[in-house]
């Protein structure tokens, strides 16, 4: 179990430096008339290990969300996440999120919406910026784990498909085994039994005038 969690620990490590990822700033679709400021993550991962993750994050935080417009989640009067602080409105905002993906890269977009549609952004207000790239910085490692858990889970499968294939053929081998060593037996007795008729014949042979 130490090996396993070990090997876990350095392919994370490793999994992290290999996954390319980028953390920036961007405009996110929601329809033809509407495009709203948002943070980016990029990854070169599937879809689904993104979308999995960023539920699973909130979730966590028991924040429940709708589905919105343009395939997007929305979460209202969210209370408290590390991407958005001000005490003078008890943290709340609204966030918008969105994964999609094309070419192997997965692009997940966060909005945070102060109300009213006054939008973070680094141009109007940097600190908070800041919290959300760093929200979506730390959330490349969960991102990772949830591949790899994926990956795992997907591999074990076709370990224990060999394994069943192999006990099949070792089953198979001792099947054949124990024909061989019947037929061995049956061949012994037939000798025997060739050996004595004939005899027998040999016998009947001599008698004759």
Do not use: W
């Amino acid at each position: 179990m130490k090996k396993i969690a070990l090997a876990l620990t350095c392919a994370l490590g490793l999994g992290t430096l290999a996954n390319a990822q980028t953390v920036g700033e961007g405009m996110l679709q929601i329809d033809k008339k509407t495009s709203v400021p948002a943070f980016t993550l990029q990854m070169n991962t599937a879809k689904k290990n993104v979308q999995e993750t960023i539920d699973a994050k909130f979730k966590a935080e028991k924040i429940s969300g709708k589905g919105g417009k343009g395939g997007t989640t929305e979460y209202a009067n969210v209370a408290y996440l590390p991407l958005y602080t001000n005490i003078e409105n008890n943290n709340k905002c609204n966030i918008t999120t969105k994964v999609d993906e094309k070419g192997g890269v997965s692009t997940l977009y966060i909005v945070v919406d102060k109300g009213l549609g006054n939008y973070v952004k680094s141009t109007t207000d940097a600190a908070n910026a800041e919290l959300a790239k760093k929200f979506l910085t730390d959330l490349v490692k969960d991102i990772y784990r949830t591949e790899l858990t994926h990956q795992i889970e997907d591999q074990t499968k076709v370990v224990e498909k060999a394994e069943k294939t192999l006990k099949s053929a070792e089953d198979t081998k001792a099947k054949l085994e124990k024909q061989l060593e019947t037929a061995k037996d049956d061949i012994t007795k037939a000798n025997a039994d060739l050996t004595n008729q004939k005899a027998k014949l040999d016998e009947l042979k001599a008698k004759v005038f």
